[in-house]
C-alpha cells in the first residue's frame, strides 16, 4: 500500500521544500511537476483498488474504496491542473507587483499543504484525524486568502478563519459523541476507524447518533457553505488569488460534503431511520434556492461563480439526503463534473480579470473581441455549470430531478425553479461580459487554456457517455453509500 | 443522584464541570480584556487538573501527555501571547462596554438549560454524572459562541474560539476519557497552528485598519450595495 504513503509524503516534501525556495523563478512549474506525480500516483492507487477491492492498511488507518478512491484521484487531478494555471498566473501577479518573495514562498508551500491535508482527509479511516486534517486545510488555506494583504482580504480571511473554526468545532463535538456511542459497545482503541465502526453501526446509540449527527452537519456544513453558514465562502473564494478560489471550489467542498456522507453511512446504520437523509435534503434545497436567488445581486464576478458554487453543492447535499441508489449515482456523477467546470470557470475567470484589471462583472467587456480563447471558455463554462446539455452537468441534474419525481414528486418543482432562476442569475451576467463592447486598450494576455479545454472536455465526454469503468466505480461506491444498486 | 454516594472520582469531576461552567460565565459577563484573558488562563487550568485526575484515577498514562499540551498550550502559551497583545496596543486599561449585559447572561443561563435539554436521551444510556459532564461541556461551547458574538475586540473572538476548543475537550475527557493519541495531537497541533496564525492576523489587522475592534471590519458584503 505504498502509494499512499507516498503520495502523502510527497506533498510533505513539498510544504517543506517550498517554504525555503518557493520565490524562484521556475518554481511554478516545479510545484506543477510535484502534483503530476501525485496524480499518477493516484491513478496507480485507482488501478490497485479496481483490480484488488476495498483496501484497508497501516494498521486500518487508511482505507480507499470505490467510495473515496475516485475522489482522490479527482483531488489530484484538479490540483495538478490548477497548478498548470497558477504558475504563469502567480508569475504575472509577482510582475505587477502585487506579490513579494516572501508571500510566493507561503503560497507555493501551502498550496502543498492544502493537498495534503485533503488527500488525508479522504485517504484515512480514523474519523478523528479527518476532522483534524479538514481543520487543517482551513489553517493551510486561510493566509492565502489574504495573500495580496488589502484590508478587505483581511477581512475575508478572518471571517474565514472564524467562521469555518468555530464551525468545525461543532463537528469535533459530534465526532466525541460518535466516539462515545461507539466505546459503550467496547474495542475503544478501534472506535474511531470507520470500518470498525460500519462493521457494528447497528449496535450504535441511535440516540446519541442522531445528536451527533446534527453537530457533524453543522460542522462540516460550514464548509460545504451550506446555507445559513455559507457566508465565508464568497469572501474567501472572491478575495483570495484564483488558483486558490479554483481548489476551494473544485476541492474543499466536494471533500467537506465527503466527510458528511461518511458519517451519514453510520448514522443510517444505527437509527434504521431517514432522520439523517431528512436533514440534509433540507439544508440542501434550502442552500440551493438561496444561492440561486443571490446569484442575480452580484457584482464580483469571482461572487457571482462562488455563489453558484453554493447551489450546486446544495444540490448534492439534497440528493445525497434523498438516497437511493439512482439519487446516489447523480450526487456522485454531479459532485465530479461540478469540480470539473468549477475549477475550469475560475481559471477562465482568472485570465479575465488579468486581462480587464478588476473583478467587476460591469467593467469587465468584450472578452471574446479581446481574446477569442478566454470569452468562449467563460461562456462554454457557464453553459455547462448552467446545466445545459451536452455537458455533464445536465447528465447529472437530469437524474437527480428523475429520482426526485420518484421520491418526492411534489419537490420537483422546487427544484426546476431554482434552476432556472441560476440559469437567469448567470447569464444576465455573463452575457454582457462576453459579447460586450471592447473597452479602449483592452489587449490579449499571456493564457494558458489547456486546462479549461481538459476540463470541459472531460465533462462533455461525461454528457455524451460514461466510461465503462468510470461507471462500474460510481455504481460500486452507490452500492456501498445508499445499500442498493442501481 | 446523591453526590456523596458517589466515588470520589465522580464527585471531583462534578465539581470540575461546575467549575469549569462557572469559568465561562465569568468570561460572558467581562468587559476588560485582561481579566477576560486571566479567566482563560484559569479554565485552561482547570482542564489540565481534570486531564491529570483522568489519569491518575483511570490509570491512563496517556492522558498525562494532554495535561501537559493542555497547560502548555492553553495556560502558558495563548494566554501570554494574547496578554501581549493587548499590551501591545495598549487596550489595558479599556472596558469594553457591552450592549444588554443582563440579555446576555440570560441567554447564556437558557443556553445552559438548552444544553441538558438537547443531551437528554443520553441518559437512557449512561449515567445522570455523564449528562452533567456533557451537558456542561456542549455549554461551554455555546457560551464561546455567546463571547463572540456579545464582544466586539478580535482578542474576545479568540478567547471565545479557544474555550470553545477547552469545551471539547472536556467533553472528550469526560465521556469518553480522552480521544486515540494520534487525534489528540493532532488537535493540539491545530490548536497551536491557529493561535501562531491570529497572532499573525493580529499584526494584519492592525496594519490595515489600525485596531482590533472586529466591527470595523465591514467592507464585504452578502449582496453589494
Known amino acids: ?486 | 443522584m446523591n453526590i456523596e454516594s458517589q466515588d470520589f472520582y465522580t464527585q471531583a469531576i462534578l465539581s470540575m464541570s461546575a467549575l469549569v461552567g462557572l469559568t465561562s460565565f465569568l468570561m460572558l459577563g467581562q468587559g476588560r480584556l485582561l481579566r477576560l484573558i486571566f479567566v482563560f488562563a484559569v479554565q485552561g487550568l482547570l482542564l489540565t487538573l481534570t486531564t491529570s485526575l483522568a489519569a491518575y484515577s483511570l490509570d491512563n498514562p496517556h492522558l498525562y501527555i494532554s495535561a501537559v499540551l493542555t497547560f502548555a498550550l492553553k495556560v502558558v502559551f495563548i494566554p501570554w501571547m494574547l496578554h501581549k497583545q493587548v499590551l501591545a496596543m495598549n487596550m489595558h486599561r479599556d472596558v469594553e462596554a457591552l450592549k444588554n449585559n443582563t440579555a446576555v447572561m440570560l441567554s447564556g443561563a437558557s443556553l445552559m438549560v438548552f444544553s441538558y435539554y438537547v443531551l437528554q436521551p443520553i441518559i437512557h444510556t449512561s449515567s445522570m454524572i455523564m449528562l452533567n459532564a456533557l451537558a456542561v461541556s456542549l455549554s461551554v461551547v455555546l457560551l464561546g459562541l455567546m463571547l463572540m458574538i456579545s464582544h466586539r475586540q478580535a482578542v474576545a473572538h479568540v478567547v471565545g474560539f479557544m474555550s470553545i476548543e477547552n469545551g471539547l475537550f472536556f467533553a472528550a475527557i469526560v465521556a469518553t476519557n480522552g480521544m486515540p493519541m494520534v487525534v489528540e495531537l493532532g488537535v493540539a497541533f491545530d490548536v497551536l497552528v491557529a493561535a501562531i496564525l491570529f497572532g499573525i492576523f493580529f499584526l494584519h489587522i492592525r496594519t490595515s485598519i489600525d485596531s482590533l475592534d472586529v466591527d470595523l471590519m465591514n467592507k464585504l458584503h452578502e449582496v453589494d450595495k
Open chain 1, 1 to 486: 500500500m505504498i502509494a499512499v504513503y507516498l503520495l502523502l509524503l510527497l506533498s510533505a516534501a513539498g510544504i517543506i521544500f517550498f517554504a525555503l525556495t518557493g520565490h524562484k523563478d521556475d518554481i511554478g512549474t516545479l510545484n506543477t511537476r510535484i502534483n503530476g506525480v501525485s496524480l499518477l500516483i493516484t491513478i496507480w492507487l485507482a488501478i490497485t483498488v479496481f483490480n484488488q477491492g476495498t483496501i484497508l492498511s497501516g494498521g486500518k488507518a487508511f482505507l480507499i474504496d470505490s467510495f473515496n478512491v475516485y475522489l482522490i484521484v479527482l483531488t489530484a487531478f484538479v490540483g495538478f491542473t490548477t497548478s498548470l494555471f497558477s504558475a504563469p498566473y502567480m508569475a504575472h501577479e509577482k510582475e505587477i507587483g502585487k506579490l513579494t518573495d516572501k508571500r510566493l514562498k507561503l503560497y507555493y508551500s501551502m498550496y502543498q499543504g492544502f493537498m495534503l491535508a485533503m488527500y488525508l482527509v479522504l485517504t484515512t479511516n480514523n474519523m478523528g484525524i479527518m476532522w483534524v486534517s479538514m481543520e487543517g486545510a482551513t489553517l493551510a488555506t486561510v493566509l492565502l486568502v489574504s495573500l495580496y494583504r488589502t484590508p478587505e482580504s483581511i477581512e475575508a480571511a478572518w471571517k474565514y478563519f472564524i467562521l469555518c473554526g468555530v464551525g468545525i468545532a461543532q463537528a469535533l463535538f459530534g465526532t466525541i459523541l460518535l466516539y462515545y456511542a461507539a466505546s459503550q459497545i467496547g474495542d475503544s482503541g478501534n472506535a474511531l476507524l470507520w470500518s470498525v465502526l460500519h462493521e457494528h453501526a447497528t449496535q450504535l446509540n441511535p440516540d446519541i447518533l442522531e445528536i451527533a449527527f446534527v453537530f457533524l452537519l453543522i460542522g462540516y456544513g460550514t464548509k460545504i457553505g451550506l446555507v445559513p453558514l455559507h457566508n465565508w465562502l464568497p469572501d474567501a473564494h472572491s478575495e483570495g488569488p484564483t488558483p486558490m478560489s479554483a481548489v476551494l471550489s473544485g476541492l474543499l467542498l466536494n471533500d467537506a460534503l465527503y466527510a458528511v456522507v461518511r458519517n451519514k453511512m453510520l448514522v443510517d446504520g444505527a437509527t434504521q431511520t431517514h432522520i439523517a437523509g431528512y436533514l440534509m435534503m433540507g439544508f440542501g434545497l434550502v442552500s440551493f434556492l438561496v444561492a440561486a436567488l443571490f446569484l442575480h445581486r452580484q457584482k464580483d464576478i469571482k461572487r457571482l461563480f462562488s455563489y453558484s458554487s453554493i447551489e450546486h453543492m446544495g444540490l448534492m447535499t439534497f440528493a445525497f439526503g434523498m438516497g437511493g441508489a439512482l439519487a446516489t449515482f447523480a450526487a456522485l456523477l454531479h459532485m465530479t463534473v461540478h469540480s470539473l467546470v468549477k475549477s475550469a470557470i475560475f481559471v477562465t475567470v482568472g485570465h479575465a480579470a488579468q486581462i480587464t484589471g478588476t473583478q467587476k462583472m460591469s467593467q469587465i467587456r468584450g472578452l471574446i473581441k479581446t481574446q477569442p480563447k478566454v470569452g468562449w471558455g467563460l461562456l462554454i463554462g457557464t453553459v455547462a455549470i448552467a446545466g445545459f446539455p451536452p455537458f455533464g452537468v445536465f447528465t447529472s441534474e437530469f437524474l437527480v430531478l428523475l429520482a426526485t419525481m420518484h421520491s418526492y414528486p411534489w419537490l420537483t418543482p422546487l427544484l426546476l425553479l431554482g434552476i432556472g432562476i441560476a440559469f437567469a442569475g448567470l447569464f444576465r451576467h455573463i452575457q454582457p461580459m462576453v459579447f460586450g463592447e471592447k473597452p479602449e486598450g483592452q489587449n490579449a494576455i499571456k493564457a494558458n487554456l489547456i486546462p479549461v479545454m481538459v476540463h470541459l472536455g472531460f465533462a462533455l465526454w461525461l454528457g455524451l457517455a460514461i466510461p465503462s469503468f468510470l461507471s462500474d466505480w460510481f455504481s460500486q461506491a452507490t452500492q456501498l453509500i445508499s445499500g442498493s444498486a442501481l
